[in-house]
């Protein structure tokens, strides 16, 4: 036994010596394969430098462009680092060394011949450097360092192959050594086999299923999306998964050591370099961005992760790494950004208000509106409660109003504020606001949050305000208008039944008003009207009302009275005091009143019939001599009489053919220029001469005969105006008005389209005149003719616009092409400049609607230039011409122009 211990000792040792001697030889092997492949890389890289100088001088030569020479330096500076860092690699090459030399002396006589170049171009341009390009030795010299680069890095290879095959020799050696020493060592240990086969069947089992462990990496690291590599400890990259081959289409030869820096982008190398070398020095883990290069040649942006794997004693033993293609991902960031800019600005842009919120009621987003209506900024804003930042209350109570967002969140709908809403600024400051508010949903429809929208609607309410005051209200008193008048005296009625009251109606004109009016001009004739209003209203109670009808006729209006006498007290005080002298600028003016007084229930059971008959009381006052007043008696029929005698007449004016039609042109206010004509019905009785239509219309629109003479207009009109047509004369549109029987008439549709095509006339060329009133009854059955008329070709206006009483929908709902602006307001212009709000608030409004808007009734310059300065598209009335006979207008298109219109 000591014998056979004694000889398994020494072929233990000599085994040892054996396998330390592998050990030694396939260490020094690795090391001159990693020797190679550095050289050889350093070749590549001397290469590399010296073509961009021969690229980036190239350049410079055809661009002209000095950019290309901060690359020209970069290769010369790269190229002198390269050549010293080879001669230091092959100390032990005598070859190599001689050939060092002359690989420097090439670079330079390249680096000399492009500085030439780069000097020629300089200074003697283009085509001279190009001849040096061409004829000098620059190519020649670039060949022959080429030459020298391979011949050296086939002297690399030969020493691989050299050296590779003595280590195998060596190698062979040893495996005999091992094989003679490890049949003596089973001979002498084969009395303790047992043991020996027990831990070679152990080592066999953890050799195995180390195997199976890579094979398993193997697989797992091959079928990942990413790109991964495995470097030693020393960061020497030693393998790499089949993805990186496939995208970068290199081999693991090309990528061994730092062979991976090949695929990098130039301008990325050495910001990587510096980082991962630093890690691989620290053992900190590594990531970074940057683009590498693909096998088609393009490159694709990668984010790079590696991590230490340490042993036991965290000692880093290797390290693994992956490169992740992060390009849809950053396609996916820029797209998500430019959205959300997109979005930022639109918002900013647009004039609501809008405040995002999470799922707990906090403010994630206030654009720059809302930051103004709410007095908050948006950094001090977000996260904060939505009921901090957006205080409501009802203006009318006073109340707080509960957040719509939580109860757009829970019921997952639009919700939209009460009316009447306030909010109560950071400051304190109240602002009405309107507003809707919507869930946010995620993709999987899930509500995340909610948006509100709302904006400050002061100037909407304080506009909508307005237009009601002045749409009942008298323009030049502020006294309530015939409207709100009929209104009140209706509702006087209903309660003066109800408690058994009497209501009276007094109806008052003003006695040598026009005389007035006329002498001294309107403006002193609108402050004489202003200065019997107040005295009118001081006569009466709170509960009674003064309201003026028109021009000087004013109707008051006393409720709840004990008996008819009160009336006739009121009556007296009136005639006392308005005849009292007026003062009026350097005027004292004394005017004396007609009033005609109603009473119900006795004279009549309704507004209009009360008013109706005061009015008919009144003339009765007049003909009594003025300055009283006159109870309403049954036998007052004077004026019916009249009527009655109107009627008649205008039975047989039609067969007859005593209408005849005037038109009075509508002129372009930027052109001045024709662009149509309003068809005006005239009428000339045989005995009385010409009749007003303000006298014989009413009575036609009572009776019925507006039918029969409207459809004469309508045909006469049309015709007209193909006449003119035929003539060569530049007619644009005929204007007919129409009034609210003829509109509802069951065939008007059909009278219209049966005219147009009588008389051959274009529906373009017809404009037919509505009133907001005719509109505004039946409004359903009204925008079904309107549009059947447009889509004829038939043009729509609406004719006295303001003075009707109506919902300013309808504006956008029906198909109309025109407003008309009553000439009672176009009066305010000269009467009253202070009170032309409605003329101004209609042409923008028009203009806002793209709507066309006239001006009727125009006779002074001051007019004109009111309605020119505010950028009204139309205009008509006396200033520019009377309606005058067909062929006096025909004179006028001939003409084209009216030369008052100032350009």
Known sequence: MPLAFGSAILALLIMGGASYRSIVVSTESDRWVRHTHEVLEHLQNLLSAMQSVESSSRWFVITGNEDFLGEYQHGTSRSNVEITILRDLTLDNPIQQRRIPNLGMLAAQRIKFSQSVIELRRTKGLEAAT??????????????????????????????????????QSLRRTRTVLFLGTILGLLIVSGAGCKAWRDRSKRTRSEAALRENEGRFQTLANNISQLAWMADETGFIFWYNDRWFDYTGTTLEQMAGWGWQKVHHPDHVQRVVDKISRCFQTGETWDQTFPLRGRDGKYRPFLSRAVPIRDAQGKVLRWFGTNTDITELQDMETALFAEKERAQVTLNSIGDAVICTDISGNITFLNLV?????????????????????????????????????????????????????????????????????????????????????RDVSAARASALQMTHLAQHDFLTSLPNRMLLNDRVSQAITLAARRAKKV????????????????????????????????????????????????????????????????????????????????????????????????????????ETLIKNADTAMYQAKENGRQSYQ???????????????????????????????????????????????????????????PVSPGQFIPVAEDCGLILPIGKWVLREACNQARAWLDAGLPLVTIAVNISAMEFREAGFLESVFSVLDATGLDPRSLELELTESVLMKRAESTESILHALRARGV????????????????????????????QSFIRQITNAPGETAIVTAVIAMGRSLQLRVVAEGVETQEELAFLQDHRCEEAQGYYFSPPVPPQRFASLLASGVLEMIPH
């Open 131 to 168: 001849d040096l390009i061409r004829l000098g030795d620059g190519k020649r010299t670039m060949d022959e360092f080429r030459g020298v680069i391979r011949d050296m890095e086939d002297e690399e290879r030969r020493l691989l192959v050299l050296r590779d095959a003595a280590a195998k």
């Open 370 to 454: 809302a930051e103004r209506m709410t007095g908050w900024l948006s950094q001090a804003a977000v996260n904060k409660p939505m009921t901090e930042v957006f205080r409501i209350m009802d203006a009318a109570t006073r109340e707080t109003i509960p957040s719509p967002m939580q109860q757009s969140v829970e019921e997952n709908r639009i919700v939209h504020l009460p009316d009447n809403c306030i909010l109560i600024r950071h400051d304190g400051f109240e602002i009405p606001i309107e507003d809707s508010v919507s869930p946010i949903h995620d993709r999987e429809g899930r509500t995340t949050g909610a948006v509100i929208v709302f």
């Open 504 to 607: 009276a109606v007094l109806f008052l004109d003003l006695d040598g008003f026009k005389h007035i009016n006329d002498s001294l001009g309107h403006p002193v004739g609108d402050k004489l009207l202003q200065s019997a209003a107040k005295r009118l209203v001081d006569c009466v109670r709170a509960a009674d009302t003064v309201s003026r009808q028109g021009g000087d006729e004013f109707v008051v209006l006393l409720s709840e009275m004990e008996q008819a006498e009160d009336a006739a007290i009121t009556a007296r005080r009136m005639l006392k005091t308005v005849a009292e002298a007026h003062s009026i600028g350097q005027h004292d003016l004394h005017l004396t009143t007609s009033i005609g007084v109603s009473v119900y229930p006795d004279d009549g059971m309704d507004a």
């Open 631 to 689: 109870f309403f008696k049954s036998a007052m029929n004077v004026r019916a009489v009249e009527r009655q005698s109107i009627e008649e007449h205008l039975r047989r004016a039609l067969e007859r053919q005593e209408f005849t039609l005037h038109y009075q042109p509508k002129i372009n206010l930027s052109t001045g220029e024709i662009t149509g004509a309003e068809a005006l019905i005239r009428w000339t009785h045989p005995l009385r001469g």
């Open 795 to 822: 043009r729509l206006a609406i004719d006295d616009f303001g003075t009707g009483y109506s919902s300013l929908s309808y504006l956008t709902k029906f198909p109309v092409d025109a407003l008309k602006i009553d």
